[in-house]
């Protein structure tokens, strides 16, 4: 059910030459973030905060994880039996840390693209705190 559900979302688009995780590294098991529409039709930002507290507390326990949007909704939804009144919203990815991040400053250029070395690194451009607050008083 794991290779299936991979097979269902795509990582790091950036990364055109990478194809995602290596057979052996591929996620021990994923959460799937549904949306009730019988209860309302818009989520706003509820999944995003959900998805993040289970990523603190998996990391908490020393699992790592990535949430996806990117998602094959068409291939996915059969496979879980979504039912119709339910709506796939992000689909977390857990399992044991292999990779190794670096974070980097955000060059001149501005861009946040990440980028993988020639060692398997996968360096993240971040902004610094400092852009990210836009006012203080
Ligand atoms: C809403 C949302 C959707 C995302 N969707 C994808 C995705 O479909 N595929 C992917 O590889 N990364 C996706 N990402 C990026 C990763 O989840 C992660 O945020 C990124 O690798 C940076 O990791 P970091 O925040 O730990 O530095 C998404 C991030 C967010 C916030």
Redesign the pocket.
Known sequence: MNRQIFDC?????YLTDWKGPAEGEQPSGYIVILGDKTITENFRCDH?IAAQTILLGAREIGLGG??????NHKKLRPLLNVGDELEVL?VIALGRPAERVCLEDVGVDGSIR?WRDSDGVHH?PKRSLDEMIVSVH
């Open positions: 979302l795509v990582w790091a688009a995003g990535c949430m996806l949007a990117a998602i992000l990440y993240v």
